[in-house]
């Protein structure tokens, strides 16, 4: 079985959030809890990620939100490559840029965004309408981190305030993943 990891960003995923309806809906589903979601260090994420990925025995697949998707490409380049091994794709969902304009200024650390290709299979989704970073800088990461690119329309930061519930097309994007590391 692959596990599911549920990586939120900023201000965690709430009720309404797409990552917390998969969580529910599927016990495959774990979310990576973190101790600061409102001023979060991007190292110290990263630390729970491996500590949390490295306790599991068995294949794990990213689900990234915002914030989460630069954590997974500075967590990709530090942690072992046994735990590494581990990892079998990432859906990287609304990447926010640390670099932008419109970027919180509560987390620390999280930019420069590595842009280093990741060493699993990996779609990136932005939106044409996301407050926290432009279509062509997310198509950059994508083309950096060697992923899938796909572009939705006017979902803003593809989060609650979007209107997504459970948004099928996301989950048909993470079958895809899993159907390619089976």
Not at 14 to 28: C, F, L, R, V, Y
Not at 61 to 89: D, E, I, R, Y
Not at 151 to 173: M, T, Y
């Amino acid at each position: 079985m692959i596990t599911t990891l549920i990586l939120p960003g900023l201000g965690n995923s709430g009720p309404e959030h797409w990552q917390t309806i998969w969580e529910k809906n599927d016990a495959s589903f774990q979310r990576v809890v973190q101790d600061n979601w409102d001023t979060p260090h991007c190292d110290e994420w990263v630390q729970r990620v491996e500590e949390f990925i490295s306790t599991l025995s068995g294949k794990v697949v990213l689900v990234a939100h915002s914030s989460a998707c630069a954590l997974v490409a500075h967590w990709a380049l530090k942690t072992s490559p046994l735990t590494l091994k581990k990892v079998q794709g990432g859906l990287l969902v609304a990447p926010s840029d640390p670099e932008g304009p419109n970027y919180p200024k509560e987390p620390v650390g999280f930019g420069p965004v590595p842009t280093k290709p990741l060493p699993f299979p990996t779609i990136v989704v932005a939106s044409t309408d996301d407050r926290y970073i432009t279509v062509e800088r997310a198509k950059a990461y994508a083309s950096a981190w060697q992923s899938r690119f796909v572009v939705i329309k006017n979902a803003g930061h593809i989060n609650s305030n979007s209107g997504l519930s459970d948004w099928p097309e996301g989950l048909a994007l993470l079958k895809e993943l899993k159907e390619k590391s089976a």
